[in-house]
């Protein structure tokens, strides 16, 4: 079965600054994408990035950004020049590629960022 | 564009009471999942609905059922409602594909008294 682990439950950052934030899942699949969500207060989970597992390049949207390390399972997200918006919760998510039959977007249990003024 | 939609935002039921749970895609999106969300928690899968069949099923009771009608739209019903049925309830939609991830609602907030 698929987990996602994310090891830290709560993170800050000052305004402007630079934060990493951290994922690691677990499978046997060879093919596969993982996303960054970001849960603000109003509840709507909204993509924040997503990246595919047979490409090497690291995805970059703007002032985010994630390391993707295939062999070690590794899918972090960094925020660039972070803004008080950013402040949100976080989710790491995996789903396998297409074809099979699952289909089930599986999610770690988040991360609290607080962006500091 | 309208995104996802829910209804209600917020419902409070009594313990063994039922309820229904209501849901409109992206427009362009076939495939309806719905997820549960326990405070401080992530979503957890409960099924999914692609061409008004349930497609895939997660580690929940048979008292969670759901539909999908002829326009993409759907329903989640939980019976017998359970304290521990208290949770923010995400509806997903997508076009029949993983790869660009799901377009999630702003959920149902089911508080059961």
């Known amino acids: 079965a698929q987990t996602v682990t994310q090891s830290q439950p709560e993170m800050s950052v000052q305004e402007a600054e630079t934060v990493t934030l951290s994922c690691t899942y677990d499978t046997s699949e060879s093919d596969y994408y993982l996303f960054w969500y970001k849960q603000p207060p109003s509840r709507q989970m909204i993509l924040v990035i997503r990246q595919e597992a047979y490409k090497q390049q690291n995805a970059t949207e703007n002032r985010f950004s994630v390391n993707f390390q295939k062999a070690a399972k590794s899918f972090s997200l960094k925020i660039s020049d972070s803004q008080l918006g950013d402040a949100a919760m976080y989710f790491c998510a995996y789903i396998p590629e297409s074809g099979g039959s699952n289909y089930k977007l599986t999610f770690g249990k988040g991360t609290l960022l607080t962006v500091n003024p | 564009d309208a995104g996802v939609t829910q209804s209600p935002t917020h419902l409070i039921k009594t313990r063994g009471q039922q309820v229904t749970l209501r849901c409109s895609p992206k427009s362009g999106h076939d495939t309806v999942s719905w997820y549960q969300q326990a405070l401080g928690q992530g979503p957890q899968f409960i099924f999914q609905?692609?061409?008004?069949?349930?497609?895939q099923r997660g580690n929940f009771p048979d008292r969670f059922s759901g539909h999908q009608f002829p326009n993409y739209s759907s329903e989640l019903n939980v019976n017998a409602l359970l304290l521990g049925d208290s949770a923010l309830y995400l509806c997903?939609?997508?076009?029949?594909?993983?790869?660009?991830?799901?377009?999630f609602g702003s959920g149902t907030r089911l508080t059961v008294v």
């Open positions: 997903a939609s997508s076009r029949d594909s993983r790869s660009y991830g799901y377009t």
């Open positions: 609905y692609y061409e008004e069949e349930e497609r």
